[in-house]
């Protein structure tokens, strides 16, 4: 790592930082704006699909404090539920109908829980929910940020939250992902399986531009580092071109690049090197159930698929868990953090922070002490934070 040329580090003079996350045109319409007569306060329309397992759960927590929040902002959540998931789509054999879609791109934003269930078949519920919404909307940015907030909770000796603080940007349309390819003859001797990466030159540059724009926006490190796996895929090159392509226009950001597999290991050696990750849809997936652990567990990661400026959907980055449904048991945060991502999204900065700060401040002070599954009662988790974040301003 670091091997690659790092390009110049002053910024031109007079250079704008871009927002990394727009304000949705959806959000500022509605701000302020009353709407049919209702009184004159904003209000945020958002679809929620609490999803399967302990989606429901960590939803209902999620919306708790979210509301709460809303209420001390001075703003309002209109929701609408959406049942899709295993048990609608057992019942009834629908699983995403396009109607539903269609509705909520009329919304803010999208708040999921979970999609998965081991009584249907594997990813057919996924492609359907969760592909659907980020093919559907074009959220090509898959935003994981991953920050430790006490050391306690980091499973790497000696490493202090200051050496876990990145955010990997994960392209969320293309790759393995995209459904290209197939089973042949199957169940044959002969069978032959096929899932092609597909990277568009569009698709790999409005990604790779929105990582710079955030890397400058964050003012850290000012590193971005490209993961991809070049050396073996010779196609993930346009990767390669389009990043010292972009990076032209950002020469106050650093140029670094990694190998999945190397990004891999020093993601676990030396987490403190990152600052922001810009990566294919597959490696994406991978690199961020590894920075879920170093920052405390899947119980805390959360993630936004985002267009910038449009609809875009927040989530847990855990699964559905199925064997903790329904037992108050699931740790919440992850939901928690997903939602306060959601309201920085739809313009909501201020009840953004609240939450972050309540979020910190619950596990700084060492009321929580672990965010593993069962350790806590998931509502009780979700009056904590909520009750820490009317506290903090
Ligand atoms: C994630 C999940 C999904 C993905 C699955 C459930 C399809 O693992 O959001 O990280 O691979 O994108
Ligand atoms: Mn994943």
């Not at 081991?118 to 519920?125: I, Q």
């Not at 953090?337 to 313009?347: F, I």
């Amino acid at each position: 790592m670091a091997k690659s040329a790092t390009k110049g580090k002053t910024p031109p003079a007079g250079q704008k930082t871009p927002a990394a996350t727009p304000k949705t045109p959806a959000a500022k319409a509605s701000n302020g704006a009353a709407r049919g007569g209702a009184p004159a306060s904003r209000v945020r329309r958002i679809a929620v699909l609490p999803g399967d397992g302990i989606g429901e759960e960590v939803v209902r927590e999620g919306l708790k404090v979210l509301e709460a929040v809303a209420k001390v902002e001075g703003f309002s959540l209109e929701k609408k539920v959406y049942p899709y998931g295993a048990d609608h789509y057992l019942a009834t054999k629908e699983s995403m109908p396009a109607s539903a879609l269609a509705e909520m791109g009329r919304m803010d934003a999208i708040y999921m829980g979970a999609i998965g269930d081991p009584r249907v078949e594997t990813g057919f519920l996924e492609r359907a929910i969760i592909w659907g919404v980020r093919q559907t909307f074009d959220l090509y940015v898959n935003l994981r940020p991953i920050r430790l907030y006490h050391e306690d909770l980091c499973p790497l000796k000696g490493k202090k939250p200051e050496d876990v603080d990145m955010v990997v940007v994960r392209e969320n349309t293309e790759d393995a992902y995209a459904g290209l390819g197939g089973i042949h003859r199957k169940g044959t001797p002969h069978e032959v399986a096929v899932a092609e990466m597909i990277y568009t030159r569009d698709g790999v540059e409005r990604v790779i531009r929105y990582a710079y724009a955030l890397c400058r926006a964050r003012g850290k490190k000012k590193r971005l580092t490209l993961v991809d796996k070049a050396n073996a895929i010779r196609a993930q090159d346009i990767w390669t071109r389009t990043f010292a392509e972009v990076g032209k226009e950002f020469p106050d950001v650093e140029q670094d690049h990694a190998y999945i597999d190397a990004a891999c290991m020093w993601m676990v050696k030396n987490p403190e090197w990152f600052d922001v990750v810009v990566t294919p849809n597959l490696f994406g997936d991978i690199l961020t159930d590894i920075g879920a652990m170093i920052q405390g567990g899947l119980g805390i990661a959360a993630s936004g698929n985002i267009h910038p400026g449009k609809i875009s959907m927040f989530e847990p980055i855990h699964g559905s868990a199925p064997k903790y449904r329904g037992q108050n048991s699931a740790n919440p945060i992850a939901a928690i953090e997903a939602g306060k991502m959601m309201l920085e999204h739809v313009g909501e900065a201020k009840a953004a922070r609240r939450i972050e700060n309540a979020v910190r401040e619950v596990i700084q002070s060492g009321r929580i002490k672990t965010l593993k599954a069962g350790a806590y009662k998931c509502d009780e988790v979700g009056d904590m934070v909520r009750d820490a974040a009317l506290a903090a301003r």
